[in-house]
């Protein structure tokens, strides 16, 4: 039966090595690529090992991209925190009080959820058009945040329901304020459900393009994944320096599943989490 | 835990002590907590409002107008029937992108399902660094939808593409494949894109459901006699069904509504091949400036994605039935 079981294991990490070499070639290919010229990129034969490996791709990439990834932090940072100023109290109130409307809302944020952001987006270029939000940050985060809020106020509320009751009584009978409940016991108790819905916002700003591409056109800013779209017309000319601000552009995604992981993989599993 | 739960000891000794202006204390809160309840709910209402409500309703009265670039300035244009709708669904492109949204989002999910489980399944056997492999898995989930796109193009590359030169060093062609020059191949491309994404979310969700069937159940069916693949089928399977169900409605949501990857990849083409839905609004509002078309585009797009709507609330009952 061991024996059994030992042959079993080698089975199986076997095959999870095969599969994640499959599912995983294409971000070692990118990496490879990014450290090679564009000569050899572009010649007859494709190289699985950079032949010269070199930095420039990255150090032209950030001399002329840099201001462009300093914005795409700013669009993920403040994505995250327009989420969680406008997911967390509602999450709260919808997880401990009972409202006329709660059920109304919390079905209306499934459906928000299903909506195709490219419908969002179509109407957004008119409304900032007539409102002078288009080329701004505000405007700009104010939808990337539409990625976000449904999922993270549901999310919420799920993590938030299954706290003790009794906890929250007893601070109110203590005579603490809705508010003052809200930060001192709810917000400290609900941490890990914050982490996690922060986590996906930062990456959904960060990681945004459908909002960027109808919603800026010719800004003094934009995030790299426009950057990366403007690489595509000139798909030959600068292909090194493409696939360095491609590994740039996956690099959040890759250290916060490293740091927050447990984070992450609890907020796939809860539920829906992309835009 | 301990200093959150401090002031529970403390409460009933203090509503002892003066019970009368406890009462008081209370009852009056609780008209200000009424209308503080409600201000945590504010931002998010006006939110909805905002980024949902309003578009939605305006993209609806837009696929009505008779729009063109001089009417992007007013917030109105003349009403204009059903035109955008007839003159949209005449093309032969948003005829053929209609289809190919519903068939592309099938082979999708059935892909994404079928390699999903099987990753799922072989994370549930115990294996040294499964963990690590596990949370490998979930990249590609996280990545920039469009840097997905624009690496899928690169890997693809008739000339000097690494799935190219892998076929080559294998001898199972003899010229390069042009994978985005030929409308069957650049098709297939996309799904193969679009399927690399999806993986980690099937796998991770179903993985927990298998996490989640009881031992008990497994031990049972197996001192029945039945084996690996009966097991599957009669006990993992329909213990697992509600997550199945949720994992291809939320599939399917997310499908309907691909954008980035077409774009990343073939931009709708070669010779429309690749034109599915998202894309082809998107094209007619942004590159044909046919704001009313676009906006009817659109909305046959939200009718496509709300047919989830019904399910998804109904797989949520429990988080409803709480409210």
Known sequence: MTRQRKFTAALAALGALVTLVILLFPLYAVIVGSLETNNQLLGTHYNFLPPTPKFSNYSAVISSQGGHIVSTLIIGVFTALLVLAIAVPAAHALARYRFRVTAMLVGGLLIAQILPAIVIANSLFLIYHKLHLLNSYPGLILADASYGVPFSILVLRAFMLGLPNDVLQAARVDGASEWRTFVRVVLPMSRSAVITVAVFAFLNGWGDFIFALTLLSGSSFQPITLSVYSYIGEFTSNIGEALALCVIGILPAAMLLIAAQRYIAAGLTVGSVKG | ?323
């Open chain 2, 1 to 323: 835990m301990a200093r959150t739960a401090a002031p529970a000891q403390k409460a009933p000794g203090r509503r002892s002590q003066r019970p009368d202006r406890a009462i008081a204390e209370v009852s009056r809160a609780s008209t200000w907590a009424r209308w503080a309840r409600l201000t945590f709910l504010v931002p998010a209402v006006l939110y909805v409002l905002f980024a949902f409500l309003i578009p939605i309703v305006y993209n609806l009265i837009l696929s009505f107008e008779q729009t063109s670039p001089a009417t992007i300035s007013s917030l109105f244009a003349p009403f204009a029937g059903i035109a955008n709708y007839k003159n949209a669904l005449v093309q032969a492109v948003t005829q053929s992108a209609i289809i190919r949204t519903f068939t592309f989002t099938f082979l999708s999910l059935l892909f994404q399902f079928v390699i999903g489980f099987g990753l799922a399944l072989l994370f549930n056997l115990n294996f040294p660094l499964r963990r690590v492999a596990r949370s490998l898995v979930i990249i590609p989930w996280l990545l920039p939808l469009l840097i997905t796109g624009f690496i899928f193009k690169f890997l693809f590359q008739t000339e000097a593409g690494a799935v190219n030169q892998i076929l080559a060093d294998m001898h199972l062609v003899s010229h390069p494949i042009g994978f985005l020059t030929s409308p069957g191949w650049a098709y297939l491309t996309v799904l193969i894109a679009n399927v690399w994404i999806g993986i980690p979310f099937f796998a991770v969700l179903l993985y927990s459901a298998l996490q989640d069937v009881p031992l008990e159940l497994k031990e049972a069916a197996m001192l029945d006699g039945a084996n690996a693949w009966q097991r599957l089928i009669r006990v993992t399977l329909p213990v697992i069904r509600p997550v199945i169900e949720v994992v291809f409605v939320l599939g399917f949501v997310f499908t309907i509504k691909v954008f980035d990857v077409v774009i990343g990849l073939t931009q709708g083409g070669p010779a429309n091949s690749t034109e599915i839905l998202a894309p082809w609004a998107y094209n007619l509002t942004f590159q044909q400036f046919e704001y009313g078309q676009g906006a009817a585009i659109n909305t046959i797009l939200l009718l496509i994605a709300l047919f989830a709507a019904p399910v998804y609330i109904w797989l949520n009952r429990e988080s409803l039935r709480r409210a």
